[in-house]
């Protein structure tokens, strides 16, 4: 599925809980879809033109603004619900991964070893952080009083996430034990080498 069919989907899908003003939207986008889906203001207001003119949505002016501040609030059609269905039965695949640690970790031999702990260690927080909050979410989720209907289905993103959490938590643990074993007295990164150079 194309890069601009999984932002419409996002958006419709978004907008199937309630109308909401595109500002709202993405504010809701980063809240609820954050854990795992992200887009930005410069995706989402060009998604929401392109999805209006194919009447897929449509907007009405926004009676809680302030006076003198405008602002439009989108909803779906009948033809933007059956989008939406049609949307989620499309196949996708999953993205090639960018990882922007493990790329580092790769050549991570051109660095101090101190660095590369360092890298790992506040990876290891990050993700005992992440447990945490997904936690949270979960505990959450379990009390809103659709859960049976919506919130199950919420709760197996966040379920992903948790997981996922604690495997990075865990691999982090190991590495800091493997660096300690092997690149602490054996580094051949560029320090390494220009001792070689002295000798």
Same mark, same amino acid.
């Given at each position: 599925?194309?890069?601009?069919?999984?932002?419409?989907?996002?958006?419709?899908?978004?907008?199937?809980?309630?109308?909401?003003?595109?500002?709202?939207?993405?504010?809701?986008?980063?809240?609820?879809?954050?854990?795992?889906?992200?887009?930005?203001?410069?995706?989402?207001?060009?998604?929401?033109?392109?999805?209006?003119?194919?009447?897929?949505?449509?907007?009405?002016?926004?009676?809680?603004?302030?006076?003198?501040? *405008?602002?439009?609030?989108?909803?779906?059609?009948?033809? $933007?619900?059956?989008?939406?269905?049609?949307?989620?039965?499309?196949?996708?695949?999953?993205?090639?991964? +960018?990882?922007?640690?493990?790329? +580092?970790?790769?050549?991570?031999?051109?660095?101090?070893?101190?660095?590369?702990?360092?890298?790992?260690?506040?990876?290891?927080?990050?993700?005992?952080?992440?447990?945490?909050?997904?936690?949270?979410?979960?505990?959450?989720?379990?009390?809103?009083?659709?859960?049976?209907? +919506?919130?199950?289905?919420?709760?197996?993103?966040?379920?992903? $996430?948790?997981?996922?959490?604690?495997?990075?938590?865990?691999?982090? +643990?190991?590495?800091?034990?493997?660096?300690?074993?092997?690149?602490?007295?054996?580094? *051949?990164?560029?320090?390494?080498?220009?001792?070689?150079?002295?000798?």
């Amino acid at each position: 599925m194309a890069r601009t069919s999984q932002t419409q989907l996002a958006v419709l899908g978004a907008l199937s809980i309630e109308p909401m003003t595109g500002y709202r939207l993405r504010a809701e986008i980063v809240q609820t879809l954050g854990h795992f889906w992200q887009e930005s203001f410069g995706q989402v207001y060009p998604a929401l033109a392109a999805l209006e003119e194919e009447g897929l949505l449509e907007r009405e002016p926004d009676g809680d603004q302030p006076t003198g501040r *405008s602002g439009n609030v989108f909803h779906l059609t009948a033809a $933007g619900r059956e989008r939406l269905r049609e949307l989620l039965a499309q196949p996708f695949s999953q993205p090639p991964p +960018r990882d922007p640690l493990l790329l +580092r970790l790769f050549f991570g031999h051109h660095v101090e070893p101190a660095l590369v702990r360092t890298w790992l260690t506040e990876a290891l927080t990050g993700a005992e952080r992440a447990c945490e909050h997904y936690d949270e979410l979960r505990a959450e989720i379990e009390r809103e009083p659709d859960f049976a209907t +919506r919130g199950v289905f919420r709760l197996l993103t966040v379920s992903a $996430g948790r997981h996922a959490a604690r495997a990075r938590a865990d691999w982090a +643990r190991e590495a800091l034990e493997l660096l300690e074993g092997v690149v602490t007295d054996g580094r *051949s990164g560029a320090g390494g080498r220009r001792a070689d150079r002295h000798r």
